[in-house]
């Protein structure tokens, strides 16, 4: 009799072992490139765009600036022995002054344009992880990886243009406004 409840103890926990492992087996997952989702919206395109417009002509100073640092370096070399002494340093003077604040230009331009830059992804992302969220919802999914962070994957799991899809028609751009980003200057980013 015993050994009769052993068995029927041993055969419960075998059961309940097989169940659990088969109800884990069972997870419905999905997997999202959220970068990559993420910079195919059009809202992502028609910020990149924005950006670019908004610190072109301060980038296009930092380039005449340079510009005119060059002409003052290939003057000051070529008039070795033909300037006077005062024409010199006040020449060298100039280029120091230049690449001074060529450098003040450089780094506020870049701080502001990170700055905005990272204001817009945090935004975007939060709307991201939104639609992300809804699409686990409306598959019936327990969980949603980010594929960036998965070593391996079934590509048929891959949801990233769907949430990119998703974005897009949650988040409309006006018509026009999401053409393709042109390369951003030098210096900006």
Not at 144 to 166: G, M, P, Q, R
């Amino acid at each position: 009799m015993l050994r009769s409840h052993l068995f029927s103890a041993l055969a419960v926990c075998a059961a309940a072992l097989t169940f659990a492992s088969t109800a884990a087996a069972q997870a419905k997952i999905g997997v999202v490139n959220f970068q990559q989702a993420l910079l195919g919206t059009d809202e992502a395109k028609k910020a990149q765009n924005d950006l670019i417009a908004e610190f072109k002509p301060r980038q296009d100073d930092i380039d005449n600036l340079t510009r005119k640092l060059q002409d003052d370096q290939t003057k000051l070399q070529t008039s070795q022995g033909k300037l006077s002494p005062q024409g010199e340093a006040e020449l060298s003077a100039d280029i120091q002054h230049e690449q001074h604040e060529i450098q003040n230009m450089q780094q506020d331009l870049q701080d502001e344009s990170n700055a905005k830059r990272d204001q817009v992804v945090q935004k975007m992302g939060t709307r991201m992880t939104e639609i992300v969220a809804k699409l686990r919802d409306e598959k019936g999914l327990d969980a949603i990886f980010d594929s960036a962070a998965t070593v391996a994957f079934n590509k048929a799991l891959d949801l990233t243009a769907e949430a990119t899809a998703a974005y897009n028609k949650a988040y409309p751009v006006t018509a026009g406004a999401a053409a393709p980003a042109a390369a951003p200057a030098s210096g900006a980013k």
